[in-house]
């Protein structure tokens, strides 16, 4: 069987991470099938990640806007699947080649089409989801196998599709190296409020060339990705001066993920202004996977406040670095009570503590819980640590094989 995969969509974020972690975890995992990989000019430093033994096929021309990219993969590449005789064929992202010359297995992992909640997405944003909406509903249909990532976004998204429930499995994703997930990183001691003074001070993440990433020798509570209304970063801002103002926090707010040139940023330093925040929140554009271990490792506490995920693979990486976890829940909200795409109890369990992420003042205190009570940080660590073991990499990898094979022989 040769099972081609569409890397194409893979350009940032946890797309790209997982990508770059899940390749060379098919390549141990299977070695009786073949596979090939299709990646754009563009992502050359991601195609140096591909197994050797794996066929490489670089695209020389993908449209860079998404609706002329969406028309691309449907009329053009379906010829690449042609010419290189494609068995089955693995689309993430939500969509697929409807005229794919084979079978295809399809990976639903951006909840952003399918939400109800009413977020300010620009009318561009709005219009493309819209897009991905409509064309998922046919990908759905033209798939044999379709993969979710949890049972909440599986439970959320199938009654939309109107497909056939049988069709769809749950394969989470997983995290490699489950003892030391960030090589070469050690776990430094926690930082509660700033009242508690730790015997030695968190060593700050050094950026590029050895210079501090924020506020030199500073503690700091880290939260990764702000792309967006659906990351709320928006109310953990709020929070965050709750915090300070009120819980007398001394540390900042680090912001990890691909902020810089998204037009959502401008909103998020008008409001770091407004609120008088200054240099307590630092933000960090998109960093290499191999060095966001730093963050974590130095960090106080993981925040995650998103209200729309159809996993939130951060999580696993919070658990498996040591770092307590303060997490949404929005069914903690009455209004939006099985509404959201936010499986965090779903992954974390007991390892995490929880916070109704429309209610700022909420958000606030439940970290300053984690932050000052020492003997239940530790213990949302310890639970941590056994959590991540139910997230192999090795697992999702052996998973997916069969899911393969059960489509090509479906």
């Not at 005789?85 to 969509?95: E, I």
């Not at 989801?129 to 379709?146: C, D, E, F, N, V």
């Not at 939130?312 to 976890?325: C, K, Q, T």
Request: proline content about 6%; some cysteine.
């Amino acid at each position: 069987m040769k099972i081609g995969i569409n890397a194409l969509s893979a350009q940032t974020g946890a797309g790209i991470s997982q990508m770059q972690k899940l390749l060379p975890e098919l390549a141990r995992t299977d070695q009786k099938n073949s596979y090939i990989v299709f990646y754009s000019a563009r992502q050359r430093a991601f195609a140096l990640v591909i197994p050797g033994q794996f066929e490489k096929v670089e695209i020389a021309y993908v449209p860079r806007n998404p609706f002329a990219r969406v028309l691309w993969e449907q009329l053009i590449f379906p010829v690449y699947l042609a010419w290189h005789k494609v068995d089955v064929l693995y689309s993430v992202g939500n969509t697929t080649c409807i005229l794919a010359p084979c079978k295809v297995a399809l990976l639903m992992e951006n909840a952003n089409p399918y939400s109800r909640l009413k977020l300010p997405w620009s009318r561009k944003e709005q219009v493309r989801l819209g897009l991905l909406r409509s064309l998922g509903w046919l990908s759905a249909r033209r798939a044999t196998k379709i993969r979710f990532v949890s049972r909440n976004s599986r439970d959320l998204i199938v009654p939309r599709l109107g497909v056939d429930s049988k069709k769809c499995e749950v394969i989470p994703h997983g995290v490699a190296n489950i003892s030391s997930p960030f090589e070469g990183e050690v776990r430094r001691g926690l930082v509660g409020m700033v009242s508690i003074t730790p015997s030695h001070p968190p060593e700050p993440p050094l950026g590029q060339g050895g210079k501090f990433s924020g506020r030199r020798g500073n503690p700091y509570i880290l939260t990764i990705g702000a792309n967006g209304p659906h990351r709320n970063t928006v109310r953990l801002l709020k929070a965050f001066s709750i915090l300070v103002t009120r819980y007398g926090y001394g540390g900042d707010l680090m912001v990890v993920g691909n902020t810089g040139s998204h037009t959502w940023r401008g909103a998020l330093d008008a409001l770091v202004h407004e609120l008088g925040l200054g240099s307590k929140v630092v933000f960090k554009d998109e960093v290499p996977h191999r060095d966001v271990g730093t963050y974590f490792n130095h960090a106080d506490a993981f925040v995650f406040p998103s209200l729309e995920e159809t996993f939130g693979i951060p999580l696993l990486e919070a658990m498996a670095a040591g770092v307590s976890i303060a997490a949404a829940d929005c069914d903690l909200d009455p209004a939006y009570r099985g509404k959201c795409f936010n499986p965090f109890r779903e992954i974390c369990g007991d390892a995490a503590v929880y916070f109704n992420p429309f209610d700022p003042e909420d958000m606030a205190t439940c970290i300053a819980r984690v932050l000052a009570d020492a003997p239940a940080r530790a213990q949302l660590i310890v639970r941590g640590k056994e959590q991540v073991k139910k997230y192999k990499l090795e697992d999702t990898a052996v998973t997916l094989v069969q899911l393969f094979t059960d489509v090509y022989n479906s």
